[in-house]
């Protein structure tokens, strides 16, 4: 490979794959799990793969600047595909694989996609029937045969061992300002928007990183999240910039925790969910194996400790006798869930308990918030294990410029602020003012400089009476009762807030064996008890918050949200218009 690396690795990541491979030939680059062993690809087997694989999109016709979607899961061969589309100095397009064939069809459509390479047959299916109404998609590619659909190419047919000279000159000659990827928003108030993210963006975003060194050569860590998802592109990426290791999960969720044990990650990136039932595991017990002074006074002595550990500071002897004891008889069993390398783990998009987050920073590690967006090519704070306060999201890495507007809008400014929304002007003049992006978060700082998020701009209710009501913090607050998936706010231009509540199927149907009820959803929903038990959640919650805010009457759902029925982004936002607009008869019986 004939890359100037120095250059590759300063601006375009189209030479991040050449430049890590000159460095870290014969280190493990991923792994993934076959047959019940876990088999390591080395970085120097990665290039190889990929330059096949680039040749033979180039042989089929892909140029610099095309776009090619990739529709499929987190394994191995998307991060093929999306490095061989990047060195062809291609645009990667994801999409993910949970989304539904009109949002397929609108990705594929607006970003004129060239090629799309597909995981299976069910994505395949997904296009079929407007397949012939997309002129401009020339190609698709499957990662698994698909034998009963003769218009797609197996990508192992389609690899080349020939001169990869024509594919390293496209990556010579991708420059910082061209564009990596085009992320389809989530599209919780209307139509997925496509976010514009050039090279710089994402090294702006690497190198920032990089410098706070979640991820450090020869560690591994274990990615079950969508590839799809700008955060797990972006950690994808520095992984593989930095010399880590990826381990892939296997596809399957109910595998997570024990995978988790046999890769030994030394970073773990994960939603609330994970953490939320690996300290359900045994935590509950423990604590009344202990009783609630015992177990309290462990987790502040571990705080105390792992702070001024990671700190530098030393610790007093009684204090650190006491930790001693409590981590060899607790909080080494908890690291050994994940795996007993970890050494930092993520969290972020939904909310997570204070007690959760405290107890595994007292166990050594560290689940460490953060706030960003795709518009900014993930990150804009960051929470490190030294510089960490729970309820807040970080403080904003040091390249960019974070500032609050009048009405406490949060404003961004920096090299990672993407380009702007493809083929929408007027979105992307509404959304970067002056230099400035809006990112419709409302947030507020404290005297040392840590964010916390308290709403989103667009959902703000202002009620009958003119009281603006920012609906998202009393939501989760709700939510943190383990029998509820979802709690949406209503209320705007009525008397005062109402909430629909949907009931977390798993978690209410063991609730109902053990208390000898019908596990049928839509009866329990209707069901006193369980009434009483979301009542008691909403009434919680709302003894947080003054009388004007507190939600007054709810409804029960017979059902979960889904992004099946358009309810639920990919990224399992809730569209809040929609739900507005389907249950707008039972918000109105609330009213009456």
């Not at 400790?305 to 607790?330: M, S, T």
Request: hydrophobic share 40%.
């Amino acid at each position: 490979m004939t890359v100037d690396k120095a250059s590759a690795r300063d601006h375009a990541i189209a030479g991040l794959l050449a430049h890590s491979t000159e460095r870290y030939a014969d280190k493990a680059a991923l792994s993934v799990k076959r047959d019940g062993r876990w088999i390591d690809l080395s970085y120097g087997a990665l290039a190889g793969i990929v330059g096949e694989f680039g040749l033979g999109l180039v042989d089929l016709g892909l140029g610099r600047g095309d776009h090619v979607a990739i529709l499929g899961d987190t394994r191995p061969e998307w991060t093929y595909a999306q490095m061989a589309v990047t060195t062809a100095g291609a645009v990667i397009v994801p999409i993910y694989p949970s989304s539904s064939p009109d949002e397929c069809r609108w990705i594929l459509e607006n970003s004129e996609a060239k090629m799309l390479i597909c995981e299976n047959a069910a994505q395949v299916e997904k296009i079929e029937p407007f397949r012939r109404d997309l002129p401009l998609l020339e190609r698709v590619i499957t990662i698994e045969p698909v034998d009963h659909h003769s218009d797609t190419l197996a990508w192992e047919a389609i690899r080349r061992s020939d001169d990869a000279t024509q594919l390293w000159s496209s990556t010579a000659s991708v420059r910082p300002e061209d564009t990596f990827a085009i992320v389809y928003t989530s599209g919780t108030t209307g139509a997925p928007k496509g976010c514009v993210l050039s090279h710089r963006n994402i090294r702006a975003t690497l190198d920032a990183l990089e410098d706070h060194e979640p991820i450090r050569p020869g560690e591994s860590t274990y990615l079950f999240l969508p590839l799809a998802h700008v955060f797990s592109l972006i950690l994808q990426l520095l992984c593989l910039d930095v010399g880590g290791r990826l381990g892939y999960w296997s596809g399957d969720p109910t595998r997570i925790i024990e995978e988790i044990q046999e890769v030994r990650p030394a970073y773990f990136p994960a939603v609330p969910r994970i953490f939320e039932k690996i300290y359900g595991m045994f935590v509950p017990q423990l604590r009344a194996d202990l009783g609630d002074a015992r177990f309290d006074d462990m987790v502040s002595v571990g705080c105390e400790v792992r702070a001024a550990q990671y700190a530098g500071r030393n610790v007093a002897d009684e204090i650190r006798k006491k930790w001693e004891d409590f981590d060899a008889q607790v909080f080494a069993r908890a690291r050994k869930v994940f795996g007993g390398e970890i050494r930092e783990a993520a969290t972020g998009a939904a909310p997570i308990d204070r007690e959760i987050l405290e107890f595994f920073y007292a166990a050594g590690v560290p689940v460490l918030e953060g706030y960003g967006m795709t518009e900014t090519a993930t990150a804009i704070t960051l929470s490190t294990p030294s510089h960490c306060k729970f309820g807040t999201v970080g403080r904003p890495l040091p390249h960019l410029q974070v500032r609050l507007a009048d009405d406490n809008e949060i404003l961004v400014k920096g090299p990672n602020v993407f380009e702007g929304y493809y083929k929408d002007d007027e979105a992307t003049a509404a959304a970067i003012v002056g230099g400035w992006l809006h990112t419709g978060d409302l947030g507020a700082f404290d005297d040392e400089g840590y964010l916390t998020i308290t709403g989103r701009k667009k959902d703000l209710i202002i009620t009958a009476t003119g009281k603006n009501i920012a609906p998202t913090k009393l939501e989760d607050d709700v939510k943190r009762c383990p029998y509820i998936s979802q709690a949406v706010m209503h209320g705007d231009r009525c008397p005062f807030p109402v909430m629909l509540v949907a009931l977390d199927a798993a978690e209410i149907q063991t609730w109902a064996r053990e208390h000898d009820k019908t596990a049928d959803l839509a009866a329990l929903s209707a069901d006193p008890d369980v009434i009483a038990l979301v009542e008691q959640a909403i009434d919680e919650a709302n003894a947080k918050y003054a009388r004007a805010t507190q939600v007054r009457k709810f409804f029960i759902l017979d059902r979960e949200l889904t992004q099946e029925k358009g309810e639920l982004t990919p990224t399992m936002k809730v569209k809040r218009h929609v739900i507005n607009e389907r249950f707008a008869p039972q918000f109105e019986q609330l009213y009456r």
